[in-house]
């Protein structure tokens, strides 16, 4: 549930989208910031107990939020919620840096995520949007590490990070994004980072270009397996790569995106694409989404011409189809 410029009406969910999304493999909670909309607990528990077993339920959260949010996703995180219900719950965490956090709210941050590793230690996962290649990335993996460590970690577990690059958003006002020709850079100083924290392992959710490990050395490849891509695919050795048929472009089987009136869109990139509405679907299936998904293709596949640097990359159709498409379109 994603809600670009303003917040879901309750009615609107409860009686309209929720009957319609309640059956889907992967519900996420998006936003803005999904736990400040004034009925958050109430949209989020009728979600959680309209869903099937085997599914999966999300919250993307900045951290800060109030007690009664915190405690109702403490809740559905223990061996009486999502466990119970054999349902996968996952809170991913974006962790600010200083620079555009006050000290106070960064320590509530990390208080946040230490109880929820301690209702459910695989409840959490922190994220990092990727902006520059001179960012502070080293600040943000030491505080995340120091956190893990602090809960006792068992030192033969690994744990991943998930990133992003900030790509360009697409029809609406300028934002600052990520140059692709920075990639390497920055995949340089998380090879760098990965040894230092042996239990640390990087995970892409949507596109891994795979230029970002260009400049690994020769006695690094054995860092290549500790990023993932497409959430929960290992990246194989460097030397497999030309033996087998690998694809670590844009992840366009990613649940769709719906807004405030229901309209749905791809990715947060292109929310200005409309590809549907919920109105269209009796349900928002895997049947909603391929039709929905082979439009956003056509429109920034095949009638979208590829730009540099990519145009003349090595992997280009060959294992990458240019990272995130939004490029294409600056």
Same mark, same amino acid.
Request: proline share 6%; with cysteine; aromatic share 12%.
């Given at each position: ?19 319609? @999304?309640?059956?889907?493999?992967? @519900? ?14 109430? @949209? ?213 995106? @719906? ?72």
């Amino acid at each position: 549930m994603r809600t670009p410029g303003k917040s879901m009406d309750f009615d609107y969910f409860i009686s309209d989208l929720l009957p319609k @999304i309640k059956n889907t493999p992967v @519900i996420n909670f998006m936003g803005g910031e999904p736990t400040l909309h004034p009925q958050f607990n109430e @949209i989020f528990s009728r979600t959680f107990e309209a869903m099937p077993s085997f599914t999966s339920l999300g919250l993307f959260t900045n951290g800060l939020m109030g007690d009664k949010a915190l405690d109702l996703l403490v809740s559905t995180a223990g061996r009486n919620g999502a466990l119970k219900r054999k349902i996968s719950f996952a809170v991913l965490l974006n962790w600010q840096t200083l620079d555009n956090i006050s000290e106070k709210n960064h320590e509530r941050c990390g208080e946040v995520a230490e109880i929820f590793m301690r209702a459910n230690g695989y409840s959490i996962t922190f994220s990092i949007n990727l902006y520059s290649k001179d960012q502070d990335i080293e600040s943000q993996c030491e505080q995340i590490d120091a956190i893990y460590q602090k809960v006792g970690l068992p030192k033969d577990q690994e744990y991943r990070i998930r990133v992003s690059p900030a790509f360009p958003i697409v029809g609406g006002e300028s934002n600052i994004y990520l140059p692709i020709r920075d990639y390497p850079k920055l995949g340089r100083k998380m090879s760098q980072l990965l040894k230092r924290f042996p239990q640390m392992a990087f995970r892409f959710d949507c596109s891994f270009p795979p230029c970002f490990l260009d400049e690994i050395e020769e006695d690094e490849t054995d860092l290549v397996q500790r990023f993932y891509f497409h959430g929960f695919k290992q990246v194989p050795e460097l030397t497999e790569w030309k033996t087998q048929d690998l694809y670590f472009g844009c992840a366009d089987g990613s649940p769709m995106d @719906i807004d405030s009136k229901g309209d749905c869109f791809n990715c947060f990139p292109f929310h200005e694409m409309q590809l549907g509405n919920v109105s269209e679907f009796k349900e928002v299936n895997s049947i909603a989404s391929a039709r929905m998904g082979a439009r956003f293709l056509t429109s920034v596949f095949e009638k979208t011409e590829v730009k540099e640097p990519c145009k003349s990359c090595p992997h280009y159709m060959v294992r990458c189809s240019s990272g995130c498409f939004a490029y294409n379109f600056i």
